[in-house]
C-alpha cells in the first residue's frame, strides 16, 4: 500500500508531461523563418524607384526642377539656401531631366539628362563655384 501512493504520484507526474507537449504546425515554422530571414546583402536594393537630392555647397540659393523628358515636372526644391541639401526625391524610372536654377547675374543655369533606372541614385552637387560637380547616378 505505501508503494502504491507513491507509484501513483509518479504516473501522474509522467501523465501530465505527456499529455502537456504541444507540436508547431509546420505554418508556425515557416512563419518564423520568414521573420527571421535577413535579406541578400549582395542585392540591397528591390525594385526601388530611382531617387535625387541635391546639395548646394556654393554661395548663392539654387531651383532644382525634375522632370520628364516631354516635360512633365516631378519635383521642384526652391531655393535651396547655401550650405543645405535636400531630402531624397522618388520617381519613376524614365528619361530625367534635372536643372538647376541660380536666379543671379552672371551664373549660368544647367541642365543634365540621365536614364534612370530602378535602383539608381543621383546625388547633384553645385561647387563653391556656384556649378555642378561632374557627379553621376550611381546604382544601389
Known sequence: MKNLLNNTIACVIVMTACFNCSVESIENEQLEQSLFETPDPLDPCSNQDPQARITNSG????????????????????????????????????DIIFNVSKNTTGISDEKVVYTMEQCMSFDIEVDLDNYLTNSIPVNL
Open 59 to 94: 554661395t548663392v540659393a539654387v531651383t532644382l526642377q525634375i522632370a520628364t523628358i516631354d516635360g512633365t515636372i516631378l519635383h521642384t526644391v526652391t531655393n535651396l539656401a547655401s550650405g543645405s541639401a535636400s531630402g531624397y526625391l522618388t520617381f519613376a524610372a524614365d
